[in-house]
């Protein structure tokens, strides 16, 4: 048998008969392969990790929370959202990526979006969810809208129930 060079990598003749796509499709280096499959899986594994650290929420929760009552239902998007919804983007993106510096060799931005580019099915789930709602301004207010019904549920069950407690 005889070895060649077949796009970076060394097969063999036998190998080539037994693969008919390399006759036609382009071979990366298996190492460079499996050093960005690592990568691209690290680098997932960390984003989950963040999303679902209590730190994490709670900073979400806390901006939600002082700035949710400047949101109204009312179909008019005032310009004080779309600067609300800039420093939500910014410091998510911050967190995020400062993190993922800090927990992953090798990660870069750019990198990582190009990955999720050849591998677009392989995001799913909260990570998934977040990737796709941090850069969506209608995701963000009806986000920011939710979390405004929601506290103010919370609070009239609050007062509801210290109501009845003066009652009986």
Do not use: W
């Given at each position: 048998?005889?070895?060649?060079?077949f796009?970076?990598?060394?097969i063999?003749?036998?190998?080539?008969?037994?693969?008919?796509?390399?006759?036609t499709?382009?071979?990366?280096?298996s190492?460079v392969?499996?050093?960005?499959i690592?990568?691209?899986?690290e680098?997932?594994?960390?984003?989950?990790?963040?999303i679902?650290?209590?730190?994490?929420?709670?900073?979400r929760?806390?901006?939600?929370?002082?700035?949710?009552?400047?949101?109204?239902d009312e179909?008019?998007?005032?310009l004080?959202?779309?600067?609300?919804?800039?420093?939500?983007?910014?410091n998510?993106?911050?967190?995020?990526?400062?993190?993922?510096?800090?927990?992953?060799?090798?990660?870069?931005?750019?990198?990582?979006?190009k990955?999720i580019?050849?591998?677009p099915?392989?995001?799913t789930?909260?990570?998934?969810?977040?990737l796709m709602?941090?850069?969506?301004y209608s995701e963000?207010?009806?986000?920011?809208?939710a979390h405004?019904?929601?506290?103010?549920?919370?609070?009239?069950?609050?007062?509801?129930?210290s109501s009845?407690a003066?009652?009986?």
């Amino acid at each position: 048998l005889t070895a060649r060079e077949f796009k970076g990598t060394i097969i063999t003749s036998a190998e080539i008969d037994f693969m008919p796509e390399a006759k036609t499709e382009v071979f990366v280096s298996s190492k460079v392969v499996d050093e960005d499959i690592l990568l691209f899986d690290e680098t997932v594994g960390a984003l989950q990790d963040i999303i679902m650290d209590a730190k994490f929420n709670e900073m979400r929760t806390h901006f939600f929370d002082k700035n949710c009552d400047k949101f109204s239902d009312e179909k008019e998007n005032k310009l004080s959202y779309t600067v609300i919804f800039q420093d939500y983007v910014k410091n998510i993106e911050g967190v995020i990526e400062k993190e993922l510096k800090t927990r992953v060799k090798g990660y870069s931005q750019e990198k990582f979006f190009k990955m999720i580019q050849e591998r677009p099915d392989e995001i799913t789930g909260d990570v998934l969810d977040m990737l796709m709602s941090m850069g969506d301004y209608s995701e963000f207010r009806e986000e920011m809208l939710a979390h405004k019904r929601a506290r103010n549920s919370k609070a009239s069950l609050l007062e509801l129930k210290s109501s009845k407690a003066t009652i009986f």
